[in-house]
């Protein structure tokens, strides 16, 4: 089993950046897709974006150009860069390890002015 842990999210105004990071636990890190996910008040969890062992990437229609994924197998952490941030981007981020099924706690993004 992998355990996440999601760090960096915060306050914003529209137009910033944040970075959001993932820690993993367990050896099996460097092998797993991983993917990041957003829930919104009152809305269900939506993907966003996912990466990968080799590196390879997948965006959400809502986030591409603005949005991206990356990690770091020798730290098991897996980063969202996220850049011209919008109010509607404003929703609890997940990360997701798709070979266990783990999910994150959570990091709320708020993007107000």
């Known amino acids: 089993q992998v355990q996440l842990v999601e760090s960096g999210g915060g306050l914003v105004q529209p137009g910033g950046s944040l970075r959001l990071s993932c820690a993993a636990s367990g050896s099996s890190f460097s092998i797993n897709t991983m993917g990041w996910y957003r829930q919104a008040p009152g809305k269900g969890r939506d993907f966003i974006a996912s990466i990968t062992r080799s590196g390879s990437t997948n965006y959400a229609d809502s986030v591409k150009g603005r949005f991206t994924i990356s990690r770091d197998n020798a730290k098991l952490t897996v980063y969202l860069q996220m850049s011209s941030l919008k109010p509607e981007d404003t929703a609890v981020y997940y990360c997701?390890?798709?070979?266990?099924?783990?999910w994150g706690q959570g990091t709320q993004v708020t993007v107000s002015s």
């Open positions: 997701h390890s798709y070979a266990h099924g783990s």
